[in-house]
């Protein structure tokens, strides 16, 4: 009995004498303890497509360079939230880091998605740039209740396909998968646009309820659309504009060092991600031809120059929008011009 007595005694002074060395040595309360912050980063696509690869990068290089200190739990094919309550939830605190996609939500983002008009960026990384630089002149409103942490775009979009576009009477009642701004394309090239997110698509291919899609051409390889597709009509026409944004809650949370990897990561990051999408295409297209004998269709320059002209009335038309909410629509769209230059 006392033997017992005298062992639970020692036992509780130990435990003591630990939580004393632990609590004073700083082990139990300095943020700087491995994985002391612990953030949530929710994506809508599926892991392996870009905006998944790069947030796990953004997440590698974030805790390599705080040390551990912080930890990013990553959220792939909208597990925790999806493409179109992404900003919402983001700013509720749902998930403390979100990836958008502004072309989604052409009425919210107005500034920003001037980036999706038809004005010749070639491809993502330009855009990725242009698009940041973008954000940085002119830090619009929709953005004022959460920090950036990256903005990127994907490369031009082209014609995906089952069955041949050769010309613009080809695409004539095609129904053909868009998204956002893209419809307003489709439906000037005679096409019969079909809204529906991304990962949605692969289901209608199969089932035939569309007969191809409009976007970049790493979907071919990332979402395994060669298989359906097999012809590519080489648009080259309009990107779409992303952000990696975070819960100003959150973000004033977290240590100075902390938010200082983040921002020095901001411009690298965009960086990284154009020029990582811009290889992807060309790994996508290579891919295509040899594993799924997809055919490559080049328009002639005259046939372009149709294509392209079908196209005027959409910058036209934001720029009146833009104006009648009483932004500097016209200076928008000449920094564009100049930063993708
Ligand atoms: N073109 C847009 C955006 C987009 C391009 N590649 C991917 C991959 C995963 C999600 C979105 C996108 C679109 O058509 O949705």
């Known amino acids: 009995m006392i033997k017992r007595a005298i062992l639970k005694q020692a036992m509780g002074s130990a435990i003591l004498g630990l939580f004393f060395m632990v609590t004073c040595s700083g082990v139990f309360l300095s943020p700087a303890m491995a994985g002391a912050i612990k953030l949530n980063y929710a994506n809508f696509p599926p892991a392996p497509t870009f905006p998944c690869v790069q947030m796990e990068r953004w997440k590698v290089e974030v805790e390599k360079r705080t040390g551990d200190q912080v930890q990013i739990n990553t959220f792939p094919g909208g597990t925790l939230l999806g493409a179109k309550g992404m900003m919402d939830g983001v700013m509720a605190g749902q998930a403390d880091i979100g990836n958008i996609c502004m072309a989604y939500q052409p009425g919210r983002f107005v500034v920003t998605n001037a980036t999706s008009l038809p004005l010749g960026i070639k491809n993502a990384k330009t855009g990725s740039m242009a698009l940041l630089k973008l954000y940085e002149r002119y830090k619009p409103k929709a953005f004022k209740d959460v920090v950036v942490l990256a903005m990127f775009t994907n490369a031009p979009g082209n014609v995906m396909s089952k069955v041949p576009v050769n010309c613009l009477a080809?695409?004539?009642?095609?129904?053909?998968?868009?998204?956002?701004?893209?419809?307003?394309?489709?439906?000037a090239w005679g096409a019969n646009p079909v809204g529906m997110p991304m990962p949605a698509t692969v289901e209608a291919l199969q089932k035939g309820t569309v007969k191809g899609l409009f976007s970049?051409?790493?979907?071919?390889?990332?979402?395994?659309?060669?298989?359906?597709?097999?012809?590519?009509?080489?648009?080259?026409?309009?990107?779409?504009?992303?952000?990696?944004?975070?819960?100003?809650?959150?973000?004033?949370?977290?240590?100075?060092?902390?938010?200082?990897?983040?921002?020095?990561?901001?411009?690298?990051?965009?960086?990284?991600?154009?020029?990582?999408?811009?290889?992807?295409?060309?790994?996508?297209?290579?891919?295509?031809?040899?594993?799924?004998?997809?055919?490559?269709?080049?328009?002639?320059?005259?046939?372009?120059?149709?294509?392209?002209?079908?196209?005027?009335?959409?910058?036209?038309?934001?720029?009146?929008?833009?104006?009648?909410?009483?932004?500097?629509?016209?200076?928008?769209?000449?920094?564009?011009?100049?930063?993708?230059?």
Do not use: H
């Open 216 to 341: 970049s051409l790493e979907v071919m390889k990332d979402f395994k659309f060669a298989e359906n597709c097999k012809y590519v009509t080489m648009t080259e026409t309009v990107i779409y504009p992303f952000a990696v944004i975070m819960n100003k809650g959150k973000w004033d949370s977290l240590p100075e060092d902390v938010q200082k990897v983040m921002m020095d990561l901001k411009k690298e990051q965009s960086l990284w991600t154009g020029t990582y999408m811009d290889d992807l295409i060309k790994r996508a297209i290579a891919w295509s031809k040899e594993s799924n004998n997809v055919e490559f269709i080049s328009l002639s320059d005259d046939e372009k120059a149709q294509w392209d002209g079908k196209l005027d009335f959409i910058t036209q038309n934001w720029i009146k929008g833009a104006t009648n909410k009483g932004l500097p629509a016209e200076e928008i769209i000449k920094d564009i011009k100049t930063y993708i230059q």
């Open 170 to 187: 080809d695409m004539k009642g095609l129904d053909l998968r868009a998204s956002g701004g893209a419809a307003q394309i489709l439906k």
